[in-house]
């Protein structure tokens, strides 16, 4: 009987303690640190994807001033970013001020050639 109501002390402390603001805050902060822990797991395939994606697509990159490889870079920052380029400039053959002829060529065939031109 005793071993029973200290069990059940110790779960209305457990209770109480967990209820505070200070706990309430404190493990708002450790569900956040793990979910970004998390997402930058998943995002490691697309990442080396992407690293691959900007080796091949380097040597081509010979005669490009520097601002269009600041833009290079910045469309091959996320997989998001490479399908929107993917659509707008190379299927849709929008027209691109920064990158054109044989460069969009080459950038769309790499593009199209990696696993992140998919939507999966």
């Known amino acids: 009987m005793f071993r029973a109501f200290v069990v059940f002390i110790e779960i209305v402390l457990l209770v109480a303690t ?17 979910s970004e822990w998390m997402v930058t797991i998943a995002e490691i395939p697309d990442q080396q994807e992407i690293a ?7 040597p081509f990159l010979g005669g ?3 601002s269009q490889l600041v833009y290079l870079e910045e469309i091959t920052e996320s997989r998001n970013s490479i399908q929107l380029f993917n659509k707008q400039y190379c ?7 920064f990158i054109y002829g044989t460069t969009l060529r080459v950038v769309c065939r790499e593009i199209n050639r990696s696993p992140l ?4």
Do not use: A, C, G, H
Request: proline content about 3%; glycine content about 0%; charged content about 25%.
């Open 117 to 120: 031109s998919s939507n999966s």
């Open 18 to 34: 967990l209820r505070t603001e200070f706990m309430q805050y404190w493990l708002r902060d450790i569900q956040y640190t793990v």
């Open 52 to 58: 691959k994606l900007q080796d091949n697509i380097r």
């Open 91 to 97: 299927i849709d053959q929008d027209m691109n001020p």
């Open 64 to 66: 490009m001033s520097e």
